[in-house]
């Protein structure tokens, strides 16, 4: 042979083996870094699908969110009041509705709380949808043909604090998007804005002819 003993052909076997140990581990890391390379990938090309779906849902929600907004409309008004259907030892407030949002608005509530005190639901003319850009009522609360298309709230003397006339009021109002969104705006008055608001036709009337 080539002069190579027992043990010198075991010292070369082992040699061989542990050089293709050797090799047959850095095949295995490569593969595994590989793996994890790809995984990574796979994760990343994941997330930037989500984040695309997210921004995606987001513009979405964006253009078909409504946006409604309460705009009081009158000073307290005390009955009797036929006009506005209130009796004796009753008060109202009168406001409208407009969405300036783009998209519908659905399901609408409103009211009025006062001084942080009393909840006084809105009623009047039925919203179940109020589409972009749409003011409820579209007249203005002395031109209103009915009183069923006013938007208002109504309470009597013993359900408020004696002075109610100076509480600041919270205009709000609840609605959906056609997205299932729950949202809600507010906006608040303090008495002294309250008296600045346009007075009612009798009140000017009275005003006009002087004493």
């Known amino acids: 042979?080539?002069?190579?003993?027992?043990?010198?052909?075991?010292?070369?076997?082992?040699?061989?083996?542990?050089?293709?140990?050797?090799?047959?581990?850095?095949?295995?890391?490569?593969?595994?870094?590989?793996?994890?390379?790809?995984?990574?990938?796979?994760?990343?090309?994941?997330?930037?699908?989500?984040?695309?779906?997210?921004?995606?849902?987001?513009?979405?929600?964006?253009?078909?969110?409504?946006?409604?907004?309460?705009?009081?409309?009158?000073?307290?008004?005390?009955?009797?009041?036929?006009?506005?259907?209130?009796?004796?030892?009753?008060?109202?407030?009168?406001?409208?509705?407009?969405?300036?949002?783009?998209?519908?608005?659905?399901?609408?509530?409103?009211?009025?709380?006062?001084?942080?005190?009393?909840?006084?639901?809105g009623y009047g003319k039925r919203i179940d949808a109020l589409r972009a850009g749409e003011h409820v009522p579209t007249s203005g609360l002395t031109r209103a043909p009915r009183p069923a298309e006013l938007l208002m709230v109504s309470v009597h003397q013993e359900e408020v604090p004696a002075n109610y006339a100076i509480l600041p009021l919270t205009y709000w109002v609840r609605y959906e998007s056609v997205l299932g969104e729950q949202l809600q705006t507010s906006v608040q008055l303090s008495a002294r804005q309250l008296r600045d608001l346009i007075p009612q036709e009798g009140e000017e009337a009275e005003r006009d002819a002087g004493p």
Do not use: C, K
């Open 1 to 121: 042979m080539l002069g190579f003993s027992d043990p010198d052909l075991t010292a070369i076997g082992g040699v061989g083996a542990f050089l293709a140990a050797i090799v047959l581990a850095g095949v295995a890391a490569y593969q595994a870094r590989q793996s994890r390379n790809q995984a990574v990938a796979m994760h990343e090309q994941v997330e930037a699908g989500l984040a695309q779906e997210r921004t995606l849902r987001e513009m979405t929600s964006a253009q078909l969110r409504p946006v409604v907004h309460a705009h009081p409309s009158s000073r307290w008004v005390t009955g009797p009041d036929e006009r506005l259907g209130i009796g004796p030892r009753e008060m109202a407030l009168a406001y409208s509705l407009s969405n300036n949002g783009s998209g519908v608005a659905l399901r609408v509530q409103h009211g009025v709380n006062i001084g942080g005190m009393v909840e006084a639901p």
